[in-house]
């Protein structure tokens, strides 16, 4: 199986400290911080380094501070780039 | 507090070759304005509105969008999306949203309302425009209480439930029984796509940007009134923590409001 790994990067100012993310992790990354945001909430952060990239965590985030990467181990190679298009196309191989 | 321990938690782990932009697959879409929501800590209406602004992104159909926002929590949506907005009376986004859509056919047009404004002051606006079969989208948020206005009891709510004007639980005798809306004007031949959804879990977030997404397809092919129905969570006049209300979610409001399409276009039966 390709090695799938992820990760994300928290807005930690704009948590709110909900909790919906730390149970919709599969892998239990995720916990609430011992520290408070500038508004006072206790903020999310990860805590372990298995993190897949499922986005599960973005997807219930009622404040959408997630932001989330996947690397997988295809490793792709970028062929061409057309600029202009819609959003900048790029095609590639694996 | 010390700025260093902040740093230091947030980039911790942080994997500086995988945090690159060639391997982004998911933030915060552009159309929704990168201000703090006002809304409580853990309320659906935040991942509502981000899923809109993602489907109307990905669609790539922000400049041909016009919103109508309703009165309740959801007030200010305006503020967020980043497209055309309108403010509506309360209960009357849909007759606003008739008037945008006649007067200009080719935009797409959506309302977006809760239970109180929908379902209560709204409701003789809401059956007659998709009577009518008007041409547009309406996205219902349904939490079973009056959000703003500290927790009355709403047409929507369970039999049973506890709000602060039902403090002995809603006694159906009394007060009557819930308002299931979507069944109520699946019926209706202009209405062409009816479907309750949730927010409470990943996957049926997931089904519910599905369903947006659906519903703005059927606009484009004028084929007459989308409802969606989004089950949502009020953990603040639910009196719970947002973990205890997706559960109450879970528990109570799914099996008294099935999770579904109520009605599909007849092509695709």
């Not at chain 1, 985030?61 to 490793?75: E, H, L, N």
């Not at chain 2, 859509?101 to 239970?115: I, M």
């Not at chain 2, 008007?134 to 929507?156: D, H, K, R």
């Not at chain 2, 008294?256 to 399409?261: A, E, K, M, R, V």
Request: charged share 25%; net charge negative.
């Amino acid at each position: 199986m390709a090695k799938v790994k992820g990760d994300i990067i928290v807005d930690i100012e704009k948590c709110k400290g909900c909790e919906l993310c730390v149970v919709a992790c599969p892998q239990g990354a995720i916990a609430l911080s011992d520290n408070i945001n500038k508004k006072g909430y206790h903020y999310m952060i990860k805590i372990k380094d298995n993190c897949t990239g499922c986005e599960n965590c973005a997807l219930v985030c009622p404040d959408a501070v997630i932001t989330v990467y996947r690397k997988s181990g295809k490793k792709k190679e970028k062929i061409a780039t057309i600029s202009n298009v819609q959003n900048n196309m790029t095609m590639e191989v694996n | 507090m010390d700025e260093k321990d902040l740093k230091l938690n947030e980039t911790e782990f942080l994997n500086e070759d995988i945090c690159v932009a060639e391997y982004l697959v998911y933030k915060k879409p552009e159309t929704l304005i990168d201000i703090d929501l006002h809304y409580c800590p853990g309320c659906g209406h935040g991942v509502v509105h981000r899923l809109l602004m993602e489907v109307i992104e990905e669609m790539n159909i922000v400049d041909k969008v016009i919103g109508v926002a309703p009165v309740g929590c959801s007030v200010f949506a305006y503020n967020y999306m980043d497209i055309d907005m309108q403010e509506a009376a309360h209960g009357r986004a849909t007759a606003v949203a008739t008037g945008i859509k006649r007067v200009l056919p080719d935009k797409l047009v959506f309302t977006y309302q809760g239970d109180g404004d929908l379902a209560a002051i709204g409701t003789a606006e809401t059956i007659h425009a998709c009577n009518r079969g008007e041409n547009f989208l309406i996205v219902f948020i349904n939490n079973a209480v009056y959000g703003m206005t500290s927790g009355q009891m709403a047409p929507t709510t369970l039999p049973g439930m506890v709000t602060t004007t039902t403090p002995f639980g809603r006694d159906t005798s009394i007060t009557g029984f819930p308002l299931k809306i979507s069944e109520l004007v699946a019926q209706l031949p202009g209405v062409c796509y009816v479907t309750r959804t949730s927010v409470h879990t990943a996957g049926n977030v997931r089904r519910t940007k599905k369903a947006i997404q659906k519903a703005f397809e059927y606009q484009m092919q004028n084929k007459g009134t989308c409802l969606i129905e989004v089950l949502s969570n009020c953990p603040s006049n639910w009196k719970m923590t947002p973990l205890e209300s997706n559960k109450f979610i879970e528990e109570e409001m799914i099996p008294f409001y099935p999770l579904g399409d109520i009605k599909v276009p007849k092509e695709e039966k």
